[in-house]
């Protein structure tokens, strides 16, 4: 069974909900959940914020966590996390934000650096991950460990 399955399957059978805030992945979670048959059911909204600006004013991020962290961190995939669950009350707010490549990555913060997030009401988990390969292979890599880290959640 695929990860989106598998996600798709657990949401629905405990009633739970998601909304997605994804930033280097464009959309490809969202995209994949979509790609399950009843996916209305369970996730709610799905936003791609793709600038410092969007995150900002459509997840709240403050711009001093921001400057202090940077948008690839864990402190602003936490805040995306949070902020997107709070938009609708889901029950699960998942949040990406990383680089991926082939440009953009620095010394301190390399190709393939991503954050991930879940956020319920009471606790939020971030993970740091350092994927390799491709731009497309990188955003892939980053959908899936966000699908694992839902599943987990609701297992």
């Given at each position: 069974?695929?990860?989106?399955?598998?996600?798709?399957?657990?949401?629905?059978?405990?009633?739970?909900?998601?909304?997605?805030?994804?930033?280097?992945?464009?959309?490809?979670?969202?995209?994949?959940?979509?790609?399950?048959?009843?996916?209305?059911?369970?996730?709610?909204?799905?936003?791609?914020?793709?600038?410092?600006?969007?995150?900002?004013?459509?997840?709240?991020?403050?711009?001093?966590?921001?400057?202090?962290?940077?948008?690839?961190?864990?402190?602003?995939?936490?805040?995306?996390?949070?902020?997107?669950?709070?938009?609708?009350?889901?029950?699960?707010?998942?949040?990406?934000?990383?680089?991926?490549?082939?440009?953009?990555?620095?010394?301190q913060k390399p190709t393939g650096l991503t954050f991930i997030a879940v956020a319920t009401e009471?606790?939020?988990?971030?993970?740091?991950?350092?994927?390799?390969?491709?731009?497309?292979g990188i955003k892939s890599q980053a959908a899936n460990q966000a699908l694992r880290l839902l599943?987990?959640?609701?297992?």
């Amino acid at each position: 069974m695929r990860l989106e399955q598998k996600a798709a399957q657990l949401l629905a059978s405990k009633k739970k909900t998601v909304s997605l805030a994804e930033s280097c992945t464009g959309g490809l979670l969202s995209h994949r959940l979509t790609n399950v048959p009843g996916s209305s059911n369970y996730l709610k909204l799905a936003v791609v914020a793709y600038s410092n600006e969007a995150k900002e004013k459509t997840l709240k991020i403050s711009p001093p966590l921001m400057k202090k962290h940077g948008a690839v961190s864990g402190a602003v995939a936490t805040a995306m996390a949070k902020g997107v669950r709070e938009i609708l009350k889901t029950d699960f707010g998942v949040s990406i934000t990383g680089i991926a490549g082939p440009t953009g990555g620095t010394l301190q913060k390399p190709t393939g650096l991503t954050f991930i997030a879940v956020a319920t009401e009471l606790e939020t988990l971030c993970l740091e991950c350092r994927f390799q390969g491709t731009r497309a292979g990188i955003k892939s890599q980053a959908a899936n460990q966000a699908l694992r880290l839902l599943i987990e959640f609701l297992t």
